[in-house]
């Protein structure tokens, strides 16, 4: 099962930040929070992750809560080739060495871009 | 360009055929995936490679093969055994380093339809 919780669907004006929230209230103290994006028939394309600090790279910004419980990705000018839907995952561990882990993609949510 | 090619985009299989879907990356990653989308639903990990001659299964392993004897390549075999066989099938590659979190990219994905 998920470990997250998203809202289902959002809009967005196109140009104005896009502000996604995610519930992680049971991560542990080691687990990260990855964020992906999916357009339809596309594979998944990573955005960003993070632990605890705030993470901000070339697509977006990763605000994390204090306590970890949730955080926001922020899509700071949002286009329309952004219309997707985003995935909020803490991944699970895998057996064996080398810290691999499976991503549990839960429903996400329908980000629409509206001109 | 670095990155993860999946082939066939589309493919159809015939009852009791059993099929192979290709992935290869050239990203140099030690790790790879199988994961398996069903409509409106999120990703479940089927087997997945920590390194060469290696693998594991996943959550949905059943009427599943997969082969690793090339860093670069895991390809995974749809067999007759799987009932439910039409999804759309993504793979993915991570660097495998102790204590990392790096994120998992995922090729574009083949699309399995039963004829």
């Known amino acids: 099962d998920a470990k997250t919780t998203q809202p289902p669907s959002m809009d967005c004006a196109e140009g104005r930040a896009a502000n996604l929230p995610c519930n992680h209230s049971?991560?542990?103290?080691?687990?990260?929070v990855y964020w992906y994006r999916q357009i339809h028939s596309q594979g998944p394309q990573y955005i960003i992750h993070?632990?605890?600090n705030n993470e901000t790279n070339e697509m977006a910004s990763l605000i994390i809560t204090e306590d970890r419980k949730s955080s926001t990705l922020i899509l700071p000018h949002a286009t329309l080739r952004d219309t997707a839907v985003y995935y909020c995952?803490?991944?699970?561990?895998?057996?064996?060495?080398?810290?691999?882990?499976?991503?549990?993609f839960g429903q996400g949510t329908t980000l629409q871009v509206k001109p | 360009d670095g990155g993860i090619t999946q082939s066939p985009k589309y493919l159809f299989r015939k009852e009791g055929q059993n099929v192979t879907l290709s992935c290869e990356q050239n990203?140099?990653?030690?790790?790879m995936y199988w994961y398996r989308q069903d409509p409106g639903q999120g990703l479940r990990l089927i087997y997945y490679?920590?390194?060469?001659?290696?693998?594991q299964k996943g959550d949905i392993a059943e009427g599943y093969s997969v082969s690793r004897e090339k860093k670069e390549s895991f390809p995974l075999t749809v067999t007759s055994a799987q009932k439910n066989p039409t999804a759309f099938y993504l793979c993915?590659?991570?660097?495998?380093?102790?204590?990392?979190?790096?994120?998992?990219?995922f090729g574009d994905g083949t699309r399995l339809s039963i004829l």
């Open positions: 993915a590659s991570s660097i495998r380093l102790a204590n990392s979190n790096q994120p998992q990219h």
């Open positions: 049971t991560i542990s103290g080691n687990e990260y």
């Open positions: 993070g632990l605890k």
């Open positions: 995952i803490v991944r699970v561990a895998l057996p064996g060495s080398g810290n691999t882990g499976k991503l549990i």
């Open positions: 990203l140099n990653h030690d790790a």
């Open positions: 490679s920590q390194i060469v001659n290696d693998f």
